[in-house]
């Protein structure tokens, strides 16, 4: 059974950092590729980052350069790296899976999800 459970969020001042981890269990983790989703309240849920079973990746262009995905193959899990955080980061933030090679950020195409962290930017 597939299991992915996100950790990390928080609550950070405007220009602040943070750190999102998701423990992937239940599958043969290098065989999926990953990504990371956020919905804010009351918005869709939006694509963040994809990294694909060989760490190519891909980023929205609102995160660009200040936010950088990256998976460990070994501990089975997936990171976001986020700085200089704006207010309009403020989200619950998804890991998601999907198998085989993949790194668009369409939700849809995702097969399997965690149940979110918080991260709340304030100034």
């Known amino acids: 059974q597939v299991q992915l459970v996100e950790s990390g969020g928080g609550s950070v001042q405007s220009g602040g950092s943070l750190r999102l981890s998701c423990a992937a269990s239940?599958?043969?983790?290098?065989?999926?590729?990953m990504a990371w989703f956020r919905q804010a309240p009351g918005k869709e849920r939006e694509g963040v980052a994809a990294?694909?079973?060989?760490?190519?990746?891909n980023y929205a262009d609102s995160v660009k350069g200040r936010f950088t995905i990256s998976r460990d193959n070994v501990k089975n899990t997936l990171y976001l790296q986020m700085i200089s955080l704006k207010l309009e980061d403020t989200a619950m933030y998804y890991c998601?899976?999907?198998?085989?090679?993949?790194?668009?950020?369409?939700?849809?195409?995702?097969?399997?999800w965690g149940q979110g962290t918080q991260v709340t930017v304030s100034s």
């Open positions: 239940g599958y043969t983790y290098n065989t999926y590729s």
């Open positions: 998601a899976a999907t198998p085989g090679w993949w790194l668009r950020l369409h939700a849809g195409d995702y097969h399997y």
């Open positions: 990294i694909d079973t060989v760490g190519r990746t």
